[in-house]
């Protein structure tokens, strides 16, 4: 059978059994995440924060620094779509309300402007939240911040679903209309030895609705990382088991840079750019520079493959 008429007999089966999936399962598909959340999320986190995720300024530089535009950082044109500001944007304040939810100042003069500096670069922007002292006021300061500009809420919750599904109604209520929103939460996959919060995955079903979860907090190793595939690809808590965008910290959560390497990030980002999300994240930098030059090469090559295949991922 010559080469073309393979091909046609491929699509074709692809299109009847699309309609076939169609019509068994409408009107009960859940639509699928807005086309920008599969693009590559940036974001990174340290006690020090030398890196500038701890500031307006710095936060605002990273995105021009993936943009190519000058920052202190240096021009690193990379695809990226999301940019994320984690907890350092309450002085790491996260035990209880208020200072958990309150902008650190001199810090973050004014995060509207943050958000809209980001948006004119065509940036998504995810922020993290702990749940210290949630109640009313707590919810309040999350619709603060999506009326803001505010498009991707990641909790850092343990266990409080009841929490998780009014958080993610009040994203939907505000941003998502007719379109699923995205929003990050915790998700156990074993095994996970190599995670610093090992546990057993209790999430109900119901979960399942809020698509986007990472496994915690997972060393920088080879073993972690071959946990990182078995547990989000092959085992009854990832895929298998219904939590199909489930995703890990990228290349690890801990360890250094220097002591992650060049072969082991660069193999972690290639895996992460072929899963459903790519998002780097982790302890004592992530950003796309943070391995070197010929790690910065590998990264772009691959995540830039990625974006040529979004419309098939």
């Keep these: 059978m ?21 019509a068994l399962n409408a009107p009960h598909t859940e639509p699928l995440p ?6 590559y999320q940036q974001s990174s986190w340290d006690e020090n924060m030398p890196l500038g995720y701890d500031n307006q300024a710095g936060l605002v530089d990273h995105g021009k620094a993936l943009r190519g535009l000058d920052n202190q950082f240096g021009k690193h044109l990379h695809p990226c779509d999301v940019i994320v500001q984690d907890i350092y944007w309450c002085n790491k304040n996260f ?9 650190y100042a001199p810090n973050y003069p004014n995060p509207k402007a943050m958000f809209d500096s980001l ?9 993290c939240y702990h749940s210290g002292g949630y109640g009313r006021a707590w919810i309040d300061s999350v619709k603060r911040d999506l009326r803001n500009g505010l498009d991707i809420i990641w909790l850092d919750f343990w266990g409080q679903h009841n ?21 990050l939460l915790r998700h156990y996959a074993r095994p996970n030895s190599e995670s610093g919060e090992a546990g057993t995955p209790d999430d109900p079903a119901s979960e399942k609705k809020i698509v986007y979860h990472w496994t915690g907090d997972m060393n920088g190793n080879w073993l972690a990382f071959q946990q990182a595939i078995e547990g989000t690809i092959y085992g009854n808590d ?5 939590w ?23 193999r972690w980002i290639q895996w992460t750019d072929f899963t459903t999300f790519s998002r780097n994240h982790g302890h004592y930098g992530r950003d796309v520079w943070s391995f070197g030059a010929q790690g910065e090469v590998n990264s772009n090559f691959s995540r830039s493959l990625r974006y040529r295949l979004l419309p098939y991922i």
């Design 34 to 39: 807005p086309k920008w959340a599969f693009g």
């Design 95 to 103: 035990g209880s309300y208020p200072a958990n939810m309150t902008w």
């Design 163 to 183: 929490y998780e599904q009014e958080v993610h109604d009040t994203l939907q209520n505000i941003k998502g209309g007719n379109n699923r929103v995205l929003m």
């Design 244 to 266: 199909s965008y489930l995703n890990v910290d990228c290349p690890g959560h801990w360890n250094t840079p220097a002591e992650i390497g060049l072969e082991l990030s660069s």
């Design 119 to 127: 948006h004119a670069m065509h940036y998504k922007v995810m922020m």
């Design 238 to 242: 990832g895929a298998p088991g219904g």
């Design 2 to 22: 010559k080469v073309s008429r393979c091909f046609s007999v491929l699509i074709a089966g692809f299109l009847t059994s699309g309609a076939v999936y169609a």
